[in-house]
């Protein structure tokens, strides 16, 4: 670790410390119910996620790209926000999507494409997006889900802040750099939450921010409720104030299945104030293990799409050669284009 | 018959922005850092107030990016990338996050929005000015491409786009010739009979129509249709077919590089589905495949010479 990354580390805003005792003082501005309700999401979060990369390289699952080691900060993150507020992201999406209420059975339709997935078996794994949640689908294009979030903020809603998700790969990108350009030119009502890894070094989104003029706060990631805490603030000066902000989760990116640094401390932080006990936390886990079950299960007996979800939704208003091409693939199927189907020459 | 040279159509562009903008509050604006300077946006960000006309970034893939925030929560932007011409910066995020936004969701999301887009050669354009994007943009699956042209006025391109539900590349010819008579009610996907012909039929787009068009005067007494395809993707296969099918021969023109263009496409669609009629080879009439050289674009664009040329031939085969 460089000597600017450990000065960066240590200027980190923490509310609790490694083995969760609390470095504040007075009152949190977060509900200890809510807390428990991070550090629950979060284990779902993981234990979904774990289901998912065990099948990943399989014949259900090409690939699949888990929330390692961010989960409670993410959580943390989403449920620091107002709902009606659109949330544009680079990826690992599934802290945001169960935080925001979506069903654990909905993002393993979605992340292995079966018949029932809200795009019908085409969307990348974890890129689908959620309408009723705010989520809209994730960009794999490097600092595109800022640009995008920074372009919702111009519409300058009184209710909501438009948010964008980012992960250390988008900092090196031009449409990040534009993106906090423009948020700053134009006055955008949004806010750019960038999760970056402590083995990487710490404080470059924070630093790419103010060089462009922006309020920007470095938060320790593994911290949920600084966490939570300050995207929060953030938010409520986003809309209160118009102008937009960016904050810094460094996290610990452990690449095992165990429960992240965040989660960890969150929960020592729990059993501190006596709001999570073994058998609260035994109950949790089995709970969650019953959903993910249930909803692998689910995802199996869907199977996948059938040829029928090849056409369709690629325009509003498709043109008469292409409404034909549908007609004819929904009219014969395997025989599309064959003997039995006179009207569809030559389209084989 | 000789046609002075044009820029972009800027009275039509900025009525119809206008008209937008006026009409409808989902409609905004979205420049680079001198949109207000353009001929076809003056005046607008004074009328309207800087929520509905941005002046953003120089740089065409974050204007889209921007767009795309905008469109996915409800507004209709209309993206001015007319300043510049890097719209190959903007291939990334057009071809991953833009174009098949709606097939990847299955309908769920869509990101309508009109992007203005210069292309073709011009006078003095040359290798960096002289982009023909087409033959991009016509590959990414869910892009409209719409072109401009003489006859196809951009102003009534830009209600249809709106209009419609998609996103849309609207197509600016740097040289589309003298623009014709005003037209309204054009539809965003119907080639239009610019003129009626039993011989061949000359299918052009953008600046080529006003080529074709001369060309076709220049052949009489030869009876010659022209037809613009104004739709470049998807393109509108019913009025090429029925066309070629009336006058069995056709000569395609493009003020692009001859090869994997629009030309050839439809040279494709011709000998696919039209053959039967067909008494000659499809021919293209299309610039080098090269850039456009700084000092030689007569040269290097269809003139009406080359397009007699190729009416001989098809004519005499």
């Given at each position: 670790m460089s000597r600017a990354s450990r000065t960066a580390e240590d200027a980190m805003i923490r509310l609790i410390d490694d083995r969760g005792a609390p470095?504040?003082?007075?009152?949190?501005?977060?509900?200890?119910?809510?807390?428990?309700?991070?550090?629950?999401?979060?284990a779902l979060t993981r234990a979904l996620e774990d289901a998912l990369s065990g099948l990943a390289g399989g014949p259900d699952l090409p690939w699949y790209v888990p929330a390692l080691g961010e989960d409670a900060a993410l959580v943390a993150a989403a449920t620091a926000l107002g709902f009606a507020d659109p949330v544009f992201s680079s990826g690992r999406m599934a802290p945001r999507a169960l935080a925001r209420g979506l069903a654990a059975a909905t993002w393993i339709h979605s992340a292995l494409g079966t018949s029932a997935s809200p795009s019908g078996g085409r969307e990348a794994p974890g890129f689908a997006g959620h309408p009723d949640e705010n989520l809209f689908p994730a960009s794999a294009t490097p600092g595109a889900a800022a640009l995008s979030a920074v372009g919702a903020g111009l519409a300058r809603s009184d209710d909501a802040v438009a948010v964008g998700v980012l992960g250390w790969g988008s900092l090196g990108s031009a449409a990040f750099a534009a993106a906090l350009d423009a948020a700053r030119r134009t006055s955008s009502r949004v806010l750019l939450v960038v999760v970056t890894s402590k083995s990487r070094g710490v404080g470059a989104a924070v630093a790419a921010a103010e060089t462009a003029g922006l309020s920007a706060a470095l938060i320790d990631g593994d911290d949920p409720v600084a966490v939570r805490d300050a995207v929060a603030a953030a938010r409520a000066r986003v809309r209160e104030e118009g102008r937009p902000e960016l904050v810094e989760l460094a996290c610990r990116r452990e690449m095992d299945r165990g429960p992240s640094a965040g989660r960890r401390r969150l929960a020592a932080f729990l059993e501190r104030e006596g709001a999570l006990g073994a058998e609260l936390a035994a109950e949790i886990d089995r709970a969650i293990r019953g959903e993910v079950a249930s909803a692998l299960a689910a995802a199996r007996a869907a199977g996948g799409p059938g040829p029928e979800a090849l056409h369709g939704e690629l325009r509003a208003r498709p043109s008469a050669e292409e409404r034909r091409v549908a007609d004819a693939f929904a009219r014969f199927g395997a025989e599309y284009g064959g003997a039995a189907d006179p009207d569809a020459r030559f389209l084989v | 018959?000789?046609?002075?040279?044009?820029?972009?159509?800027?009275?039509?562009?900025?009525?119809?922005?206008?008209?937008?903008?006026?009409?409808?509050?989902?409609?905004?604006?979205?420049g680079g850092p001198h949109l207000a300077e353009l001929p076809h946006a003056r005046g607008l960000a004074a009328r309207f107030d800087g929520d509905r006309v941005i002046e953003g970034p120089d740089d065409e893939a974050a204007l889209i990016g921007l767009a795309r925030g905008l469109a996915l929560t409800g507004r209709r932007p209309v993206v001015d990338l007319t300043a510049g011409d890097g719209i190959a910066r903007a291939f990334e995020t057009l071809a991953r996050d833009l174009a098949p936004l709606r097939y990847r969701s299955a309908g769920v999301f869509s990101a309508p929005m009109t992007l203005l887009v210069p292309q073709g050669s011009a006078p003095g354009a040359g290798p960096d000015l002289g982009a023909t994007p087409e033959s991009w943009l016509t590959t990414l699956p869910g892009l409209r491409v719409v072109c401009a042209s003489a006859a196809t006025a951009p102003g009534a391109l830009l209600e249809a786009s709106l209009d419609g539900g998609d996103p849309v590349a609207l197509l600016l010819p740097r040289d589309g010739g003298a623009p014709l008579a005003a037209d309204d009610g054009i539809a965003l996907d119907a080639a239009r009979v610019l003129r009626s012909g039993t011989e061949l039929t000359l299918i052009a787009y953008g600046g080529a129509v006003a080529t074709a068009l001369d060309a076709a005067d220049a052949a009489a007494p030869h009876a010659i249709e022209v037809l613009d395809l104004v739709s470049l993707a998807p393109i509108d296969a019913e009025t090429l077919l029925a066309s070629v099918a009336r006058t069995g021969r056709a000569v395609v023109l493009q003020d692009a590089p001859r090869s994997h263009g629009v030309a050839a496409e439809v040279a494709a669609l011709v000998a696919e589905r039209a053959i039967e009629y067909l008494e000659a080879p499809v021919l293209r009439v299309a610039a080098p495949d090269g850039p456009a050289p700084m000092r030689l674009e007569e040269n290097y664009r269809p003139d009406v010479a080359r397009v007699l040329r190729a009416i001989e031939q098809v004519l005499d085969f």
């Amino acid at each position: 670790m460089s000597r600017a990354s450990r000065t960066a580390e240590d200027a980190m805003i923490r509310l609790i410390d490694d083995r969760g005792a609390p470095l504040f003082e007075g009152r949190l501005g977060v509900s200890r119910t809510e807390l428990l309700e991070i550090h629950r999401v979060a284990a779902l979060t993981r234990a979904l996620e774990d289901a998912l990369s065990g099948l990943a390289g399989g014949p259900d699952l090409p690939w699949y790209v888990p929330a390692l080691g961010e989960d409670a900060a993410l959580v943390a993150a989403a449920t620091a926000l107002g709902f009606a507020d659109p949330v544009f992201s680079s990826g690992r999406m599934a802290p945001r999507a169960l935080a925001r209420g979506l069903a654990a059975a909905t993002w393993i339709h979605s992340a292995l494409g079966t018949s029932a997935s809200p795009s019908g078996g085409r969307e990348a794994p974890g890129f689908a997006g959620h309408p009723d949640e705010n989520l809209f689908p994730a960009s794999a294009t490097p600092g595109a889900a800022a640009l995008s979030a920074v372009g919702a903020g111009l519409a300058r809603s009184d209710d909501a802040v438009a948010v964008g998700v980012l992960g250390w790969g988008s900092l090196g990108s031009a449409a990040f750099a534009a993106a906090l350009d423009a948020a700053r030119r134009t006055s955008s009502r949004v806010l750019l939450v960038v999760v970056t890894s402590k083995s990487r070094g710490v404080g470059a989104a924070v630093a790419a921010a103010e060089t462009a003029g922006l309020s920007a706060a470095l938060i320790d990631g593994d911290d949920p409720v600084a966490v939570r805490d300050a995207v929060a603030a953030a938010r409520a000066r986003v809309r209160e104030e118009g102008r937009p902000e960016l904050v810094e989760l460094a996290c610990r990116r452990e690449m095992d299945r165990g429960p992240s640094a965040g989660r960890r401390r969150l929960a020592a932080f729990l059993e501190r104030e006596g709001a999570l006990g073994a058998e609260l936390a035994a109950e949790i886990d089995r709970a969650i293990r019953g959903e993910v079950a249930s909803a692998l299960a689910a995802a199996r007996a869907a199977g996948g799409p059938g040829p029928e979800a090849l056409h369709g939704e690629l325009r509003a208003r498709p043109s008469a050669e292409e409404r034909r091409v549908a007609d004819a693939f929904a009219r014969f199927g395997a025989e599309y284009g064959g003997a039995a189907d006179p009207d569809a020459r030559f389209l084989v | 018959m000789t046609r002075p040279a044009a820029t972009l159509p800027a009275d039509s562009l900025r009525s119809a922005l206008e008209r937008a903008l006026e009409g409808d509050e989902r409609v905004i604006l979205l420049g680079g850092p001198h949109l207000a300077e353009l001929p076809h946006a003056r005046g607008l960000a004074a009328r309207f107030d800087g929520d509905r006309v941005i002046e953003g970034p120089d740089d065409e893939a974050a204007l889209i990016g921007l767009a795309r925030g905008l469109a996915l929560t409800g507004r209709r932007p209309v993206v001015d990338l007319t300043a510049g011409d890097g719209i190959a910066r903007a291939f990334e995020t057009l071809a991953r996050d833009l174009a098949p936004l709606r097939y990847r969701s299955a309908g769920v999301f869509s990101a309508p929005m009109t992007l203005l887009v210069p292309q073709g050669s011009a006078p003095g354009a040359g290798p960096d000015l002289g982009a023909t994007p087409e033959s991009w943009l016509t590959t990414l699956p869910g892009l409209r491409v719409v072109c401009a042209s003489a006859a196809t006025a951009p102003g009534a391109l830009l209600e249809a786009s709106l209009d419609g539900g998609d996103p849309v590349a609207l197509l600016l010819p740097r040289d589309g010739g003298a623009p014709l008579a005003a037209d309204d009610g054009i539809a965003l996907d119907a080639a239009r009979v610019l003129r009626s012909g039993t011989e061949l039929t000359l299918i052009a787009y953008g600046g080529a129509v006003a080529t074709a068009l001369d060309a076709a005067d220049a052949a009489a007494p030869h009876a010659i249709e022209v037809l613009d395809l104004v739709s470049l993707a998807p393109i509108d296969a019913e009025t090429l077919l029925a066309s070629v099918a009336r006058t069995g021969r056709a000569v395609v023109l493009q003020d692009a590089p001859r090869s994997h263009g629009v030309a050839a496409e439809v040279a494709a669609l011709v000998a696919e589905r039209a053959i039967e009629y067909l008494e000659a080879p499809v021919l293209r009439v299309a610039a080098p495949d090269g850039p456009a050289p700084m000092r030689l674009e007569e040269n290097y664009r269809p003139d009406v010479a080359r397009v007699l040329r190729a009416i001989e031939q098809v004519l005499d085969f």
